[in-house]
Nanobody, 114 residues
Framework: QVQLVESGGGLVQPGGSLRLSCAAS????????MGWYRQTPGKQRELVAT???????NYADSVKGRFTIARDNAKNTVYLRMNSLKPEDTAVYYC????????WGQGTQVTVSS
């Protein structure tokens, strides 16, 4: 089993920045991809960004150039740096890890509003 604990969400004004963190524990040796997804009411959960153990990244088109995903393998932690935030980035952000199976964190709310 893998446990994922997210932190760093909150309220920010448009144009502002936030950094999300996700710490993994448990059977972390099995994880090869970690990432972030987000969901708003009435919509499907969507990919934001992923990163492999080797450091290969993938981003949704809507966040390219604004968000950066990074991974500290020694700390078993993945980060999402979000710059130039827009109101449409408002969502619950979920940490995801893929290993023998798929794991999800509990989610953290990000609200972009003036």
């Amino acid at each position: 089993q893998v446990q994922l604990v997210e932190s760093g969400g909150g309220l920010v004004q448009p144009g502002g920045s936030l950094r999300l963190s996700c710490a993994a524990s448990g059977s972390i040796f099995s994880i090869y991809t970690m990432g972030w997804y987000r969901q708003t009411p009435g919509k499907q959960r969507e990919l934001v960004a992923t990163i492999t153990t080797g450091g290969s990244t993938n981003y949704a088109d809507s966040v390219k150039g604004r968000f950066t995903i990074a991974r500290d393998n020694a700390k078993n932690t993945v980060y999402l740096r979000m710059n130039s935030l827009k109101p449409e980035d408002t969502a619950v952000y979920y940490c995801n890890a893929v290993g023998f199976t798929e794991y999800w964190g509990q989610g953290t709310q990000v609200t972009v509003s003036s």
